[in-house]
């Protein structure tokens, strides 16, 4: 057994042999350190759950669990054998069968199908269909779906496909069944199928290995759970013994001691129109019916755990989003923010917590990403000259200490904490009314954080109307003036952040909720 | 007595509008594929009309497929390519690029029995090239086969700068031996052009390779976690691909007696277009052969029509352009619809 | 930034220059330029003359790749260009003036850039993959073409014309002006203005863009409206060379030629950072290639050959296998010279993902 885990779990059953261990995994993607020394073993008949907000490290866990992923250094050890995974398919082998979140499944070809490709019934050498349409039929029976198995599997609702690609890893002798987010699209009955499936493949022997963020659903199910923070082992718990408070203490990150230094109650006037309001906001994204308003010069937290809607929150009322139902409000004058330009236009500047897919260009330069808004506000024609272009990226990397402070250089090659200082950049060049951030300090280092807080906090003295998320409490609390609640895709509550504390906060976010279909 | 026949009435037309739905759910892969038989019914009525009933004749369906056995192969073989999300620009080369070889080989003296798969070895050959820089290089398919373009177009006039008549019996046997039943006839180049339709209907239906390639196209990522062999099922649809290029070769130099350096000029782009009309999306992962060979007969039809008429060739190509656009089209709004499904 | 382009030029620079070195010592004459009544003369200046085409279109073929897009069109519509250049000029009275020509090539640049715009519909507003988008009208081009010109060959004896392919303006061939032209206007419009950055932009990461405030669906539309211009520009040389409007004949295979010539050029197929100069000088590759096979006396229907080589040991190269492999022996080839010196080894993971 490693040592490293066992001195860190409290009472935990040192006597039972597990299935299979990964010990002391680190995983570097190039400068960049994923996971680090992380140790995690899988007791056969147990559900464990992995448990960390994003960017924890959980995902990249399971991909050295199932061979998607080659660790740079540490040991994956099944039935006592060291053993290498070269590929999925090595991992299939041994028994470790992942269902993730994105479905990863076939949508062109049918639901049997998806089942049984590499493994199809045969007769006289060639794909017996019928047999497979008949399997596939019990399989599906048994996880209580009733879906014709030779329908396509891409005209099914997500929530189906994902209880098809649970069937196909149960369907093939698997012994380690890893489930990332399985429950997300499920309504209340189909979870509590799911979880009497669990419960049989728990009587069976197969070890499961579980990822929510529902927590409730983690300690409805699981038996013990591993908890990870950025990159780091923090601590594997028999859930009987860990409160949910704590819980959530562990993944968010909660330093002993620290002090929330809350920001002052500024003063605003009883009747200051909000800068930007948002009313029974629904979208495509999840939301149903929320509401949130923002007042120049004050920076409005927001606080939830993954899934609880924040960035839908953020994409709704910035423009990104489509609006299905409800109105946001610009000055208490209705608008139709039809897509980003449109709200670029009217001030209000949205930058989106997936900084690699939806903000840096990473072939253009610091400074091409930096004027890259202010241009296309321009118009193709009339161009920033170079030098003027160079000026304005030089004063943005001097203002908000943009390093490495060179203008040409590849905006992709910086780390991601000056990458976010740069879509920073970008957008307050526009002059902004508003500004949404959404998870600017994900994935950065403490100083860059602090940078980032600093900054939202002058833009707030600048009469900006902020909008900050973040998964971290402390940082919602000790940078902004009002927090809002979510959980569930609705805004529990809307409060001064004089009158929250960590604890309180934490409970507020962490309470378990009403399911609801 | 009326009101319970009224009532039973609309349940009726709502329990086939019912049926008539789950259908189109089920086979919603089937609806282009299905959509082209349609266009080529319309077409068959409408030449019917046109030429004053003189169309459907057992000649000239006979000779429909008989005319175009060379672009059923390239066909097939392109059904395999696109299907992975990949597309083969040198088919068309190829095919010339092999018959001429093979008339070459044949004028030589040498006996068909080495000419011919000479001649499926060199389409093979250069289909492999272009399976090992997509899957290993990971270079596009649109470069790395028209790399493949380039190559087999060039071999052909190395092999000859003109043309090269056949002389061999056997050769020009395929051709001209007819088998008959009736009016009908059909010659064993159409048999063998039906012949590589059902073949490789059989291994896309019924194999785990045939069904690999409908994963690879359908999402390769995660055909890859789901353990299939993506690689070598990728080049194994090139050399295919190229295999029914050195075959069609074949077809078309017993066809026309002659190995042509020229030939096959754009054939690559009609072969695409049958498949397309016959159903293929071009996205990969949905499609059937059987559709292309619908395609190949709507695109042999059209030229039947415009022949008889005595219009331009130009309008041919015309026509064909206009009428991918519209499968195109049609495609795109098939797709997005089962895709808002989910 | 300059230093980017800097290495990725190198590559074909130093190809071109050794082509041309290659090609002196094979021939002697290949340097060799003559002065005849006032105009140079020589296989230096035949290249620059007959490379004209090949780089309007390439031009082109370039902003659309930029945009991660492609015109497999272009030949088409330089045929029908032709077509509509020597069909106006051939029906008209006056085909020796220059304003009969004038208009006539005005006409045809037009129709070329609706057929451009035609192309850019499909591919920006509904959202057509641009292979299919543009092979339709490579598909439909030239039947329509074929139609313009009643399926005849239509020549033309027209002075102003001719002059186009054949004249001379001072010292050097008035396509060669005609080229030089259109690399500056590109050039300037380019990256005097921000369409090429915004061009860059979308071609790299759309969605990005489009949450900057991009107008995407603008800068795609444009790209394949200046490919369908310079496409028709490059018919009328085509046409005036050989005095007539050949629908079959013209343009035949110049789409490969252009994408090759952009992909030599060191811009990526993938779309998003595009060079100019890397086109101008893969352009002169290509042609400095065919004259040397040419020259070489091999059948020029054989050149394809060549060209397949070149193609595949290009892509080879720009591959990420073999840049791993060049960077290793690299790494490797420096570590025997460095040797013992106390640079302390750095171990890479690798991550099979």
Not at chain 1, 159 to 165: F, G, H, N, R, Y
Not at chain 2, 178 to 194: D, H, M, N, S, V
Not at chain 3, 190 to 199: C, D
Request: neutral net charge; contains cysteine; glycine residues 10%.
């Amino acid at each position: 057994m490693g040592g490293t885990a066992s001195s860190r779990h409290d009472g935990a059953m040192d006597n039972a042999v597990p299935l299979a261990e990964l010990r002391n995994i680190t995983v570097d993607y190039g400068p960049e350190r994923v996971l680090d020394d992380v140790s995690f073993r899988l007791i056969p008949g147990e559900v464990h759950s992995l448990m960390g907000e994003n960017g924890a490290g959980k995902s990249t866990l399971i991909k050295v669990l199932t061979g998607a992923l080659k660790p740079s250094a540490g040991a994956i050890v099944v039935d006592g054998d060291r053993v290498v995974f070269g590929s999925p398919a090595d991992a299939l082998r041994r028994g470790i069968s992942p269902v993730y979140q994105e479905i990863d499944l076939l949508p062109n070809l049918s639901v049997a199908e998806n089942i049984f490709i590499g493994r199809e019934p045969r007769k006289h050498g060639r794909i017996d269909w019928e047999q497979m349409r008949i399997r596939a039929a019990a399989q599906l029976a048994d996880l209580g779906l009733t879906v014709e198995p030779s329908t396509l599997l891409g005209a099914h609702p997500v929530a189906t496909q994902q209880l098809v690609a649970i069937a196909r890893a149960i369907s093939a002798d698997v012994r380690i069944l890893v489930l990332d987010e399985p429950t997300s699209s499920l309504d209340t009955d189909e979870v509590a199928e799911l979880f009497r499936v669990i419960k049989e493949l728990k009587q069976r022997g197969v070890a499961i290995v579980f990822i929510s963020h529902f927590l409730d659903q983690v300690y409805e199910i699981s038996d013990r759970i591993t908890v990870l923070r950025d990159g780091r082992f923090v601590g594997e718990y028999l859930t009987n013994e860990l409160l949910r408070v704590d819980l959530v203490a562990q993944m968010l990150g909660r330093e002993l001691g620290a002090t929330a230094v809350v920001r002052a109650d500024i003063d605003v006037e009883d009747e200051a129109l909000p800068v930007l309001e948002g009313d029974d906001l629904v979208t495509h994204g999840g939301l149903r019916g929320v509401s949130a308003s923002l007042m120049a010069g004050e920076v409005l937290g927001v606080a939830g755990l993954r899934g609880s809607g924040r960035t839908a929150l953020a994409r709704a009322i910035a423009g990104i989003d489509r609006l299905e139902g409800g109105e946001v409000r610009l000055g208490g004058d209705k608008v139709n923010l039809a897509n980003p330009r449109r709200a670029l236009a009217e001030g209000i500047v949205y930058s989106s917590e997936n900084r690699r897919v939806e903000g840096i260009i990473g072939e253009l330069s610091v400074a091409e990403n930096i004027t890259l808004a202010l241009q296309a506000q321009q118009g193709a024609v009339r161009r920033l000259t170079p030098a003027r272009a160079r000026e304005l990226a030089l004063s943005w990397i001097e203002a908000l200490d943009i390093r490495p402070a060179d203008p040409d250089r590849r905006a992709g090659d910086l780390s991601g904490g000056n990458q976010q200082k740069v879509m920073l950049a970008r957008l307050l060049a526009l002059a902004p009314r508003v500004v949404v951030l959404d998870e600017p300090t994900r994935g950065i280092d403490i100083g860059a954080k602090v940078e980032v807080q600093r900054l939202v906090g002058e833009l707030a003295d600048d009469g900006l109307a902020v909008m900050f998320i973040s998964a971290e409490l402390e940082e919602v609390l000790r940078s902004s003036h009002r927090v809002a609640i979510l959980r569930d895709k609705k805004v529990v509550d809307i409060l001064p952040s004089q009158a929250l504390t960590i604890d309180t906060l934490l409970a507020l976010v962490a309470r378990p909720d009403d399911v609801e279909d | 007595m009326t009101t319970q026949t009224s009532l039973a009435q609309p349940s009726r037309i709502a329990a086939v509008e019912a049926a008539t739905q789950k259908f189109f759910v089920r086979h919603s892969a089937m609806l282009p594929t299905l959509a082209a038989v349609v266009i080529l019914m319309l077409l068959f009525a409408g030449a019917e009309l046109l030429l004053k009933g003189d169309f459907i004749t057992p000649r000239n369906i006979s000779a429909l497929v008989l005319d175009n056995a060379y672009l059923l192969v390239l066909a097939v073989g392109m059904t395999f390519v696109i299907l992975t999300a990949g597309i083969d620009l040198s088919v068309g080369s190829v095919m010339a690029f092999t018959g001429i070889l093979g008339a070459k080989l044949l004028g030589d003296g040498l006996p068909p029995i080495v000419a011919i798969p000479a001649m499926l070895l060199g389409g093979a050959a250069i289909g492999l090239l272009i399976g090992i820089l997509v899957q290993y290089f990971h270079v596009q398919p649109f470069i790395a086969s028209l790399a493949g373009l380039f190559l087999g177009r060039g071999l052909a006039y190395v092999v000859s700068l003109s043309s090269i008549r056949v002389e061999d019996s056997a050769t020009l046997w395929l051709q001209s031996t007819r088998f008959r039943l009736g009016e009908w006839y059909i010659t064993p180049t159409g048999i063998i052009a039906l012949l590589t339709v059902a073949v490789a209907a059989f291994v896309l239906h019924y194999t785990r390779f045939g069904r690999t390639i409908y994963a690879i196209g359908g999402n390769e990522q995660s055909a890859k976690l789901m353990g299939l062999r993506v690689a070598s099922a990728t080049v194994t649809a090139y050399v295919i691909s190229g295999l029914c290029g050195g075959l069609a070769g074949l077809l078309l130099t017993a066809y026309s007696g002659a190995g042509y350096p020229r030939n096959g000029i754009g054939t690559e782009l009609d072969a695409i277009a049958a498949v397309v009309i016959g159903g293929t999306l071009l996205t990969g992962g949905r499609g059937y052969v059987v559709g292309s060979m619908v395609g190949v007969f709507v695109y042999g039809t059209i030229k039947t029509i415009i022949s008889f008429m005595g219009a331009e060739q130009s309008w041919m190509q015309i026509i064909v352009g206009a009428l991918l656009l519209l499968f195109i089209v049609v495609q795109r709004l098939i797709v997005a619809r089962s895709g808002a499904k989910s | 930034m300059k230093a980017f382009f800097h290495s990725r030029l190198v590559w074909p620079t130093g190809f071109l220059i050794l082509l041309i070195v290659v090609n002196s010592i094979a021939r002697p004459r290949f340097l060799k330029i003559t002065m005849r009544d006032g105009e140079l003369y020589g296989a230096l200046i035949d290249i620059l003359r007959q490379s004209a085409p090949l780089m309007l279109v390439a031009l082109g073929m370039t902003i659309v790749i930029a945009t991660r897009g492609i015109d497999l069109s272009v030949g088409a519509v330089m045929a029908v260009s032709g077509a509509v250049a020597l069909t106006i000029i051939a029906d008209s009275e006056t085909p020796n003036s220059v304003g009969t020509v004038l208009i006539a090539v005005l006409t045809a640049i037009l129709v070329s850039m609706v057929l451009g715009a035609w192309n850019g519909l499909l591919v920006s507003v509904f959202g057509i993959q641009p292979i299919i988008a543009t092979l339709v009208l490579m598909l439909a081009g030239r039947g329509a073409a074929l139609l313009i010109t009643d399926g005849f060959i239509t020549t033309v004896n027209s002075t102003p014309l001719a002059f186009i392919a054949s004249g001379y303006l001072s010292v050097l061939p008035f396509a060669f002006f005609i080229s030089v032209a259109a690399i500056v206007t590109v050039a300037l419009v380019e990256r005097r203005t921000a369409l090429g950055m915004l061009t860059e932009s979308v071609g790299i990461n759309p969605e990005a863009s489009r949450l900057a405030g991009v107008r995407s669906r603008g800068i795609i539309w444009g790209a394949y409206v200046a490919s369908g211009a310079l496409a028709g520009v490059a018919g009328i040389i085509y046409a005036s060379n050989i005095k007539a409007a050949d629908a079959n004949a013209a343009g035949l295979f110049i789409e490969l030629y252009a994408i090759l010539a952009v992909v030599l050029g060191g811009t990526s197929l993938m779309g998003g950072k595009f060079s100019i100069g890397g086109t101008v000088i893969g352009v002169f590759i290509i042609t400095t290639l065919e004259s040397t096979i040419l020259f070489m006396g091999i059948p020029s229907a054989q050149s394809p050959v060549f060209f397949a080589i070149v193609v595949m040991v290009v892509v080879m190269i720009q591959s990420p296998r073999v840049r791993t492999w060049l960077r290793r022996a690299k790494d490797a080839v420096v570590g025997m010279w460095v040797g013992r010196s106390s640079k302390p080894k750095q171990v890479e993971q690798e991550v099979a993902s």
